[in-house]
């Protein structure tokens, strides 16, 4: 499995370097408007995930063993973050999604 940044995507799908894609918005909004790609699932509304929280944050080890006490108040305000979109903006909140796109060739 390969690794590319965002931005590189679509230049891979037309390369033919790969089929398919998974990775967050604005990439896969984009192709599907712009280039005509299919969405294959969407967790921010199919099933089984469109009513869980989204998404996932990684702190890379190094920090964790270099700066424990930055890593745990990177991690703290995210939370925090999540928790004050939660009670504030329930009903109008879009959370973050991340969609599974294939290219239609």
């Given at each position: 499995?390969?690794?590319?940044?965002?931005?590189?995507?679509?230049?891979?799908?037309?390369?033919?370097?790969?089929?398919a894609y998974m990775t967050w918005?604005?990439?896969?909004?984009?192709?599907?408007?712009?280039?005509?790609?299919?969405?294959?699932?969407?967790?921010?509304?199919d099933d089984p995930f469109k009513?869980?929280?989204?998404?996932?944050?990684?702190?890379?080890?190094?920090?964790?063993?270099?700066n424990p006490a930055k890593a745990?108040?990177?991690?703290?305000?995210?939370?925090?973050?999540?928790?004050?979109?939660?009670?504030?903006?329930?009903?109008?909140?879009?959370?973050?999604?991340?969609?599974?796109?294939?290219?239609?060739?």
């Amino acid at each position: 499995m390969e690794s590319l940044p965002g931005p590189q995507l679509d230049q891979a799908i037309a390369n033919g370097e790969i089929q398919a894609y998974m990775t967050w918005d604005p990439f896969p909004a984009l192709d599907v408007t712009n280039n005509n790609y299919t969405t294959l699932l969407d967790i921010g509304k199919d099933d089984p995930f469109k009513n869980e929280y989204c998404c996932f944050v990684g702190v890379s080890g190094d920090l964790v063993k270099n700066n424990p006490a930055k890593a745990a108040a990177i991690t703290r305000a995210i939370l925090e973050g999540a928790t004050w979109v939660d009670k504030t903006h329930s009903k109008q909140r879009k959370s973050s999604r991340i969609i599974i796109t294939l290219a239609v060739m």
